[in-house]
């Protein structure tokens, strides 16, 4: 059995902002879902999702679910902020790296290159936010 | 390629107050003006183009050209945060070059100590921002961003607290000589890295001060520089660059600067073996350490073990650095240290700089400006200028 993860605490999220571009990422993460988008034209993934594919301009950008599964970039413990967190940069499987925050996690045993997987938390709002934790041993 | 017209730096003018509690922005940007116009030995009726940044009162410079009564056939506004004054240089260079104007004025001033801005607070660019629902409720703040880049540095490369601190070890033994600096006291390398952890790994002595102030500079054509006289500086080559996370395919150790330094060196036909004398942009340590490696002044990932040789001390080091202190001890006006680094440069070809941290017969100076975020998007522009008879 692994040992349970340290459990520091979190603030309140607040609700994200949302355009008609984003509608749908933020829809699906009311079913605990991450979304990408690639492009059909050229085949790539980009972040963060656009209608107009950043590679080659093309307006055939379609969305597809994301393994959830990355590593760590590069974090920082933001230890003066109220309620302490970890700012980081998750490069995720697809090969895209996002910003997010590192939660159900020991502060002092953090590593770069350290497997995360995605967790999502309630917002303000209707929608939640996706955030990783490190993935479990067992 | 370079600009068959050699246009010069006439005046510059630092305000100094740091903390201007009686005084409003626009009055500000009028101080300085007025300084760097009388340090040039010229009046405002000299001037026909007037370059500010995005955040000065009213749309681009029209305001502020009410203000202070310019007559104006040439205006530039252009935004890249802290890095904007040295891009309006550059931009000056090219209007003077191509006839659109003679005498440029440039002007910064801004009070984030009197308004009580909070470092820790979170830049929010508003509702139409596409990057916003997918940045801001991670909480996104200035030192963890930048603790970011400081965090993969050291996991790359081996770089430690140890010699970031250095960095600061250096600008404060500069700014104990300055009286109008915020922070005299010479640290050592224990005390910085025993002040509090702000963000992994930036403690509170890693990170520039907050202050008001502002400055100006005066940029003219050869014709009225001949007119003034030698305290002129010649403008020698200027390259400015944007970097951003590139649709999720970016690295944390490069800033901006490994383009526009290039561009700046081509165009004045130096190397960094050159330089007598840099301005280095200074908001964190690891902002020093990373564009000090990009400009190449050393290899990437030595940056360490450069500044902890001690060579950013005026008089004992290769690459004597920010002898005002920066905006590590000296002052951060307006949250936007470009507008320093350009006038201390001045300074130290002018022979103006204080005696302790002169550097003898320096004859070429670079300066470099950083604005946004080296952890998200970020302007460079770096400006390489020599003695007036270089």
């Known amino acids: 059995m692994s040992q349970p993860q340290k459990q520091n605490p979190e603030r309140a999220y607040a609700e994200p902002s949302i355009n008609m571009e984003t509608e749908a990422y933020w829809d699906a993460t009311k079913q605990d879902k991450l979304l990408l988008k690639s492009c059909e034209d050229c085949g790539e993934t980009h972040w963060y999702p656009r209608a107009i594919c950043p590679h080659c301009s093309s307006s055939n950008t379609v969305w597809f679910e994301a393994s959830g599964k990355g590593k760590i970039y590069s974090f920082s413990v933001m230890r003066r902020a109220e309620i302490p967190y970890v700012m980081a940069y998750v490069t995720l499987a697809e090969g895209v790296t996002i910003l997010t925050n590192i939660v159900e996690c020991d502060f002092e045993t953090l590593e770069i290159d350290q497997d995360v997987?995605?967790?999502?938390r309630a917002t303000e709002g209707d929608q939640a936010l996706p955030l990783f934790r490190p993935t479990s041993q067992d | 390629m370079s600009r068959s017209c050699k246009v010069y730096i006439a005046g510059v003018f630092e305000h100094p107050?740091?903390?201007?509690?009686?005084?409003t922005i626009a009055q500000l940007h009028a101080e300085v003006a007025i300084g760097a116009l009388k340090d040039a030995g010229l009046t405002k009726s000299d001037?026909?183009?007037y370059f500010c940044d995005g955040v000065a009162p009213g749309l681009g410079g029209m305001s502020m050209a009410?203000?202070?009564?310019?007559d104006l056939t040439y205006t530039d506004s252009t935004e890249t945060g802290g890095s904007s004054y040295l891009v309006h240089v550059g931009h000056a260079m090219a209007a003077i070059a191509a006839g659109k104007c003679k005498v440029a004025l440039i002007t910064l001033a801004g009070r984030p100590r009197s308004e009580g801005v909070k470092s820790l607070a979170a830049r929010d660019y508003g509702n139409d921002l596409p990057e916003r629902g997918f940045e801001m409720p991670y909480a996104p703040v200035i030192t963890n961003m930048y603790g970011m880049a400081a965090k993969r540095h050291m996991h790359e490369f081996g770089t430690t607290s140890e010699q970031l601190a250095w960095i600061k070890v250096a600008a404060s033994h500069h700014a104990q000589h300055n009286e109008n600096a915020m922070l005299r006291n010479v640290v050592t390398v224990e005390d910085v890295v025993n002040s509090p952890v702000i963000s992994d790994p930036l403690h509170r002595l890693d990170c520039c001060v907050i202050s008001d102030g502002g400055g100006a500079l005066v940029v003219v054509s050869p014709e009225i520089a001949k007119s003034l006289g030698d305290r002129c500086v010649k403008l020698l080559g200027q390259g400015e660059a944007i970097k951003h996370l590139n649709s999720g395919r970016f690295d944390l150790t490069h800033t901006a600067a490994v383009k526009s330094g290039p561009i700046a060196f081509a165009e004045a036909g130096v190397t960094p073996a050159d330089i007598d004398y840099a301005s280095i942009y200074d908001s964190f340590t690891i902002t020093v350490l990373e564009t000090i490696e990009d400009l190449g002044f050393c290899a990437k990932g030595e940056g360490g073990k450069f500044v902890s040789d001690g060579n950013l001390i005026s008089g004992t080091g290769k690459l004597p650095f920010n002898t005002d202190g920066g905006g590590l001890c000296n002052n951060h006006p307006g949250n936007r240290g470009g507008m320093t680094k350009v006038i201390e440069a001045v300074r130290q070809l002018r022979g103006e700089a204080h005696a302790k941290v002169q550097v003898p017969d320096c004859t070429l100076a670079l300066a470099h400006g950083t604005?946004?975020?080296?952890?998200q998007r970020t302007g460079a522009a770096t400006l390489i200028m020599g003695r007036n008879d270089a």
């Open chain 2, 371 to 375: 604005g946004g975020s080296i952890a």
């Open chain 2, 66 to 70: 009410e203000y202070m009564g310019l």
């Open chain 1, 117 to 120: 997987e995605v967790v999502f």
């Open chain 2, 47 to 49: 001037v026909d183009g």
């Open chain 2, 17 to 23: 107050t740091r903390k201007a509690v009686d005084k």
